[in-house]
């Protein structure tokens, strides 16, 4: 089963070599990663190309370097949140810079444990996810991924899967790391979501979840992917050396010259 793009030409160009430009422009100046951290996963945002691209693709340009098998891509519906969380069953996902294939080595120990039995078409329109696919190819054309959708994003979810992908990816041959999709506040004047978003950056880089919930639930911060950022957090409590770091934090407004609503990005890096 082939999942072809839903969204290039809207979210993000619809021709490759628009895209390439776009990210080695992005790319010309970045920081060289360091060779001695190596990922556990990264926080990635979702919106259009035009507004987040550049903090997306300056979060996988940071791990570039690592030769990296497979990505689980967690992210959120934006249509339904009546499940836990459940994994795209699509065997090959078809973007403009080529075709990113299943883990199904990872789907088959995970697939058991998610809810699948839900319309297809929350997994086939959904952007949080296919949005990533043409940096993911730009970076890692050899890497497969395993998309697992988050529909109630609360910490007794995020936790269960965290504690699952723990024991799968600890108990693999494969070099695995977990992208999570996500977008910061939205729609506030610059400055609120500014100091609304550092709530957000403060807890991540604690790799405190609990304090990062009760900031959520209190709306003193927010983040329409809080159950993929949460997983990686409790994710994160299974190594003793585990760190997070910024790699970018921007907004919409900063680009679109608009500071009366805008939504906050964030790309940061978890590695020992």
């Given at each position: 089963m082939i999942r072809n793009p839903m969204h290039a030409?809207?979210?993000?160009?619809?021709?490759e070599q628009q895209i390439k430009r776009q990210i080695e422009g992005w790319i010309s100046n970045a920081v060289t990663p360091l060779s001695s951290e190596r990922a556990l996963g990264v926080i990635l945002p979702h919106a259009g190309y035009m507004y987040s691209g550049e903090c997306a693709?300056?979060?996988?340009?940071?791990?570039?370097?690592?030769?990296?098998?497979c990505f689980i891509i967690l992210h959120p519906s934006h249509q339904a949140n009546y499940f836990d969380f459940s994994v795209s069953p699509y065997q090959e996902y078809v973007n403009p810079l080529g075709?990113?294939?299943l883990d199904v080595e990872l789907y088959n120990k995970i697939a058991p444990e998610?809810?699948?039995?839900?319309?297809?078409?929350?997994?086939?329109?959904?952007?949080?996810?296919?949005?990533?696919?043409p940096i993911l190819n730009y970076f890692f054309p050899k890497a497969k991924i395993l998309p697992i959708?988050?529909?109630n994003q609360i910490p007794a979810v995020a936790k269960r899967l965290a504690d699952i992908l723990y024991e799968t990816i600890y108990s693999s041959t494969k070099r695995i790391v977990i992208?999570?999709?996500?977008?910061?506040?939205?729609?506030?004047?610059?400055?609120?979501?500014?100091?609304?978003?550092?709530?957000?950056?403060?807890?991540?880089?604690?790799?405190?979840?609990?304090?990062?919930?009760?900031?959520?639930?209190?709306?003193?911060?927010?983040?329409?992917?809080?159950?993929?950022?949460?997983?990686?957090?409790?994710?994160?409590?299974?190594?003793?050396?585990?760190?997070?770091?910024?790699?970018?934090y921007t907004h919409s407004g900063k680009i679109s010259g608009n500071d009366s609503q805008v939504v906050g990005y964030l790309s940061a890096k978890l590695y020992i």
């Open positions: 030409g809207t979210f993000y160009p619809r021709f693709t300056l979060g996988l340009h940071s791990i570039s370097h690592e030769n990296i098998d075709t990113l294939d998610a809810d699948q039995n839900i319309p297809l078409i929350l997994h086939q329109e959904e952007h949080s996810m296919e949005i990533q696919l959708m988050f529909g992208l999570c999709s996500s977008d910061l506040s939205h729609y506030h004047r610059a400055r609120t979501a500014e100091e609304m978003d550092g709530i957000l950056v403060k807890d991540v880089t604690a790799l405190d979840p609990e304090h990062l919930w009760q900031d959520i639930i209190h709306s003193d911060c927010e983040a329409c992917g809080i159950g993929g950022i949460l997983c990686l957090l409790y994710y994160a409590q299974h190594y003793t050396n585990a760190k997070m770091k910024v790699i970018q």
